[in-house]
């Protein structure tokens, strides 16, 4: 099977409380795979510990490889990203410094990070115009791309996004899912978390649907999007 | 206008311990209170190596890196790398060893004034990064008032480790430089502007390390997001590694210059941490500027005192404390509140 990352049976407490009880979820090389659920159902307890930020139970294998004892560094130096619910930005160090440190994992290759700069700035300009400026400062649009941008420069094999839309204007939010089709495109896997539903399933080639810590429904993306207990929680309604 | 001068100069190398202290709260949170005893450390061996005595310090030196490697190879051994014992060995065995190895052979020799620094510098530098890893790394998470009770315990037990390697004995070593500049009818000895020489490099070289190196950045990083830091790939403790490193460059550097100066003993360097940190304090602590021209403030002030009254000299730095608190605690409560939420 060519999946690059599988996860068997996770489970993720927070103390005695199981936040995740036992999720299996796949996803091949190349493709978008969406987890979406209402708030609290442990999309982001189970992103953290698929990350190495929280400790789990049961197996997560990665490009081959179990996990297990792995730390998040040695994770992201595997090309395994997060950009984490919170985003985690520098805040008092300018836009540009983020991104150079969001190259971290590819310091010792100049090309790549020159590459990474070009291809940032391109996809978003406006954080081209606001290079100089504190992370702190942006806006918070502003700052979901700055978030992005800074896990993109460390040229990911596997792109966990957690609520990339969150709180944004709906211009912004198509944006950012053209980016993030965009970027399947170039050979990036995506494990995408969303509250966006349907944009998610649109764009996505296989869906999980979780809800308090299990997987309750899972199938192709576009015939969940047709799936009527889908359409009725989480597409608010028909169409 | 001597007193002024006393003041800038003592102030200078209570600057660069205060930027020392603030640079290793600032990446790991931990209050280094034994980061004072470096600078006695420094000052008495090099005063040892021009007297061609062995320096205590080397066998602190090897102490410090025997028990680092053994909470290192432990670690190892339980998350199961053992693969990684090699590098551990070269790390935090052999690394240390070879200052050590170097000032062992060197001390019946008439060498040149250069290399005694330099190697006394060398040895002084592994301490601070050894002593993160046995005593600081392991608790890295813990509260900042956790780090403080170790790192005051720290401080402890190398009081009485450092009294069996130096013995009680104070010492001094000889001036860098004899020389003497009238400017004016000002007369400057060589040794003062050095000293403030020292401090306005170091200010300078640490701006340019923070503002434009990649690992001066990620030190940053890791200072404001630990976890925006791991998740691009920085390991904190390799960031904590560093900034110990450096403020164990600084300590050194302030032993070698405040050494001629004042007779240090093995326990002298508390007092002269506590005043950077108050200096840092004033500063706010989480501000490099802040801390240097709190730094030089103390200086200043102790120096005043000194000449009115000698005996009170110590007592007014610290009842100088309080006031500054109250008053920073008045203009900006909140931010200070806000910054403790962050940590
Ligand atoms: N640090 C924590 N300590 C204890 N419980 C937590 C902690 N973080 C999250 N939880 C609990 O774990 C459950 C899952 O939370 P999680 O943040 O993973 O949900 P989510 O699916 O990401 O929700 P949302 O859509 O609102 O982001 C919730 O019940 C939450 O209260
Ligand atoms: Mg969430």
């Known amino acids: 099977m060519s999946a690059l990352l599988e996860a068997r049976d996770v489970h993720v407490a927070y103390g005695r409380v199981e936040a995740v009880r036992g999720v299996s979820l796949s996803l091949p090389a190349g493709q978008i795979v969406t987890v979406i659920g209402p708030n609290g159902a442990g999309k982001t307890t189970l992103l953290a510990a698929l990350a190495g930020l929280l400790p789990s139970r049961g197996q997560v294998i990665y490009d081959g490889r179990d996990l297990a004892g792995t730390d998040v560094e040695d994770r992201v130096e595997a090309g395994l990203c997060l950009v984490p619910e919170s985003r985690e930005l520098f805040a008092d160090m300018s836009v540009e410094d983020n991104l150079l440190l969001g190259g971290w994992r590819m310091r010792r290759d100049k090309a790549a990070i020159a590459s990474g700069f070009a291809e940032v700035y391109e996809r978003f300009p406006r954080l081209a115009e606001r290079r100089r400026q504190l992370a702190g400062t942006l806006s918070g649009g502003e700052r979901q791309m700055l978030a992005l941008g800074r896990a993109l420069m460390g040229k990911p094999r596997l792109l966990m996004l957690d609520e990339p839309s969150l709180g944004l204007a709906p211009l912004i939010v198509r944006e950012i899912f053209h980016t993030i089709a965009d970027l399947r495109g170039t050979g990036v896997s995506i494990l995408l978390v969303e509250q966006n539903a349907r944009a998610a399933l649109e764009s996505a080639d296989y869906g999980y649907v979780l809800e308090t810590g299990e997987i309750t429904l899972s199938g192709p993306a576009d015939e969940l999007l047709h799936d009527p207990r889908v359409a009725a929680t989480y597409l608010g309604g028909h169409t | ?343």
């Open chain 2, 1 to 343: 206008m001597l007193l002024a001068q006393d003041g800038i100069a003592t102030g200078a190398i209570y600057a660069l311990v205060a930027l020392g202290i603030v640079l290793v709260f600032l990446v790991t949170r931990v209050i280094f209170v034994p980061f004072g005893d470096l600078v006695a450390y420094a000052s008495l061996s090099l005063a040892a190596l021009e007297e061609n005595r062995r320096p205590g310090l080397i066998w602190l030196v090897l102490l410090l890196a025997g028990l680092a490697f053994l909470t290192e190879a432990l670690t190892l051994l339980r998350a199961g790398h053992a693969r990684l014992l090699p590098r551990a060995v070269l790390l935090y065995l052999l690394l240390p060893a070879l200052p050590c190895a170097v000032a062992y052979v060197i001390t019946p020799m008439d060498v040149p004034d250069l290399l005694r620094i330099v190697v006394t510098l060398a040895l002084v530098l592994p301490t601070a990064p050894l002593l993160y890893r046995i005593a600081f790394r392991p608790i890295a998470d813990a509260p900042v008032l956790v780090l403080l009770i170790v790192a005051v315990v720290v401080h402890f037990a190398m009081t009485g480790i450092a009294l069996l390697c130096f013995g009680p004995e104070g010492a001094r070593p000889r001036p860098l430089t004899g020389a003497i500049f009238e400017i004016g009818d000002i007369i400057v000895s060589g040794q003062t502007l050095l000293m403030l020489g020292a401090a306005v490099a170091a200010s300078i070289g640490l701006l340019v390390f923070f503002a434009r190196t990649l690992t001066g950045r990620a030190l940053r990083a890791t200072a404001i997001n630990r976890v925006g830091a791991r998740i691009v790939g920085i390991r904190p403790g390799e960031a904590g590694t560093t900034a110990f490193l450096l403020a164990a460059l600084l300590a050194g550097l302030s032993g070698l210059l405040i050494g001629p100066v004042t007779t240090l003993v093995y326990d002298s360097g508390f007092v002269i941490g506590l005043k950077s940190f108050v200096g840092a304090i004033i500063g706010g602590l989480v501000s490099y500027p802040g801390a240097a021209l709190g730094a030089v403030a103390i200086g200043l002030l102790e120096s005043f005192t000194a000449f009115y009254d000698s005996a009170f000299k110590e007592v007014v730095v610290f009842a100088g404390l309080v006031p500054v608190l109250i008053i920073r605690s008045l203009l900006q409560g909140q931010a200070v509140e806000d910054a403790e939420e962050e940590l």
